[in-house]
């Protein structure tokens, strides 16, 4: 596609449901890349997808968080058991030489 | 390990003035450096990527400039408007290739008054 894209673009859910984010990458671009972006604050790293390359989990917060990109394109991030403060906007981006932003997903959990 | 900061971190500015945002990085060997803008609620939009070989970048009324040596980049946006009002944020790979975790500033909010 012609850009980054998310999905759902918001998401409310209750505390301790699962829920899965969705980002669809550039055609071609070989790195994938999760943030969030909490209320007021600034982007904090996820995890980071580089072809056939283990991830780097290293910003992962807890191992209620994890992520998989499927035949190098499609990646989901999965929250299991939600907390309050899993609240945030979540940001996937994909690079070549350059990054590119999806428009992200809000996660309210409420 | 590589920090990036930006001042100042608000600006307001009447519409029509001439501005420069900076950006400071630590670890100088950096393979590019990249600007973005970012509106509020909204994901972030590239403005401009300089390669680690070139001094600046233009596009439109939008200048960035980049000083490897001395860990420094500036954004100079020429007679401002009300729809520049937004974040801008600085980023630069982590490990000195051209992917990676991107280290971000925490961003100048730009209000520009009609």
């Known amino acids: 596609g012609a850009g980054v894209s998310q999905s759902p673009s918001n998401k409310v859910t209750e505390k301790g449901k699962d829920v899965e984010l969705r980002c669809d990458p550039i055609?071609?671009?070989?790195?994938l890349y999760w943030y969030r972006q909490s209320l007021g604050q600034g982007l904090e790293f996820l995890i980071y997808?580089?072809?056939?390359?283990?991830?780097?989990k290293s910003g992962l917060p807890s191992d209620r968080f994890s992520a998989e990109r499927t035949g190098g394109s499609v990646s989901t991030l999965t929250i299991q058991r939600t907390q309050q403060e899993d609240s945030a906007v979540y940001l996937c981006?994909?690079?070549?030489?350059?990054?590119?932003f999806g428009s992200g997903t809000r996660l309210t959990v409420v | 390990k590589q920090e990036v900061t930006q001042i100042p971190a608000a600006l307001s500015v009447p519409e029509g003035e001439n501005l420069v945002l900076n950006c400071s990085f630590t670890?100088?060997?950096?393979?590019?450096l990249q600007w973005f803008r970012q509106d509020p609620g909204k994901g972030l939009t590239s403005l401009l990527l300089i390669q680690s070989s070139q001094r600046e970048q233009t596009s439109g009324r939008l200048n960035a400039s980049l000083d490897k040596s001395s860990g420094r980049s500036t954004l100079y946006i020429a007679a401002s408007q009300p729809g520049d009002s937004a974040t801008y944020l600085c980023a630069v790979p982590l490990g000195g290739g051209s992917q990676g975790n991107l280290i971000f500033g925490k961003g100048t909010k730009l209000s520009v008054k009609p």
């Open positions: 670890d100088s060997a950096i393979y590019n």
């Open positions: 997808f580089q072809g056939n390359s283990a991830p780097d």
């Open positions: 055609s071609g671009h070989t790195a």
């Open positions: 981006a994909s690079s070549l030489y350059g990054y590119t």
